[in-house]
């Protein structure tokens, strides 16, 4: 798709991108893809167990649940999922025996950085989609959430609107971002 093609180079080197592209113009697939490629190409876990490489951060339940579904399809790493409803000491047991991927609703994941203990330091990507469907109104915790992960990593935004308070989160989240904005 245009998203894709336009995002694609760019995320795979590495940069800070602040995508914009309608609902169903394939953003998952656009920042999947890259931060599969670097997953495999990462060989920083030299441990025995997994280390939170890849951080995404979705609007809700249910584009979590879809998202885990593709990236558990196609990959084989280790992936956690962090969303309200499932049970609160698994997660945490989970997370504890790490996990290369994790996928979460902003507010069961503060939860897990304010009441957890595992190890986030060696995040690669923080993915942050649909922030214009829920992030928005949760501008706090996003911020929270975001200062208590490592300063050095590659941030990927997206969203369907490009608002203020996208802006906002943009600023708070990316460094010397790119923006690519695509109309079809």
């Given at each position: 798709?245009?998203?894709?093609?336009?995002?694609?180079?760019?995320?795979?080197?590495?940069?800070?991108?602040?995508g914009?592209?309608?609902?169903?113009?394939?953003?998952?697939?656009?920042?999947?893809?890259?931060?599969?490629?670097?997953?495999?190409?990462?060989?920083?876990?030299?441990?025995?167990?997994?280390?939170?490489?890849?951080?995404?951060?979705?609007?809700?339940?249910?584009?979590?649940?879809?998202?885990?579904?593709?990236?558990?399809?196609?990959?084989?790493?280790t992936?956690?999922?962090?969303i309200?409803g499932?049970?609160?000491?698994?997660?945490?047991?989970?997370?504890?025996?790490?996990?290369?991927?994790?996928?979460?609703?902003?507010?069961?994941?503060?939860?897990?950085?304010?009441?957890?203990?595992?190890?986030?330091?060696?995040?690669?990507?923080?993915?942050?989609?649909?922030?214009?469907?829920?992030?928005?109104?949760?501008?706090?915790?996003?911020?929270?959430?975001?200062?208590?992960?490592?300063?050095?990593?590659?941030?990927?935004?997206?969203?369907?609107?490009?608002?203020?308070?996208?802006?906002?989160?943009?600023?708070?989240?990316?460094?010397?971002?790119?923006?690519?904005?695509?109309?079809?």
């Amino acid at each position: 798709t245009h998203i894709q093609a336009r995002t694609l180079p760019y995320l795979q080197k590495g940069r800070d991108v602040l995508g914009a592209a309608k609902t169903g113009s394939g953003k998952t697939l656009a920042y999947l893809i890259p931060c599969f490629e670097l997953l495999s190409a990462s060989n920083s876990n030299k441990r025995m167990e997994p280390v939170l490489s890849l951080l995404l951060l979705l609007a809700n339940r249910y584009s979590s649940l879809q998202v885990a579904k593709k990236v558990g399809h196609f990959h084989n790493k280790t992936i956690g999922l962090l969303i309200g409803g499932m049970n609160r000491k698994a997660e945490s047991i989970r997370l504890e025996k790490g996990v290369s991927i994790l996928i979460c609703t902003p507010g069961r994941l503060l939860d897990h950085l304010q009441n957890s203990k595992w190890i986030h330091h060696n995040l690669l990507s923080l993915v942050i989609d649909e922030a214009d469907a829920l992030f928005v109104k949760i501008l706090g915790d996003l911020t929270q959430i975001i200062k208590a992960l490592p300063k050095e990593r590659q941030t990927i935004l997206f969203s369907a609107t490009q608002t203020q308070k996208v802006d906002d989160l943009a600023k708070l989240s990316l460094r010397d971002p790119l923006y690519i904005g695509v109309d079809d």
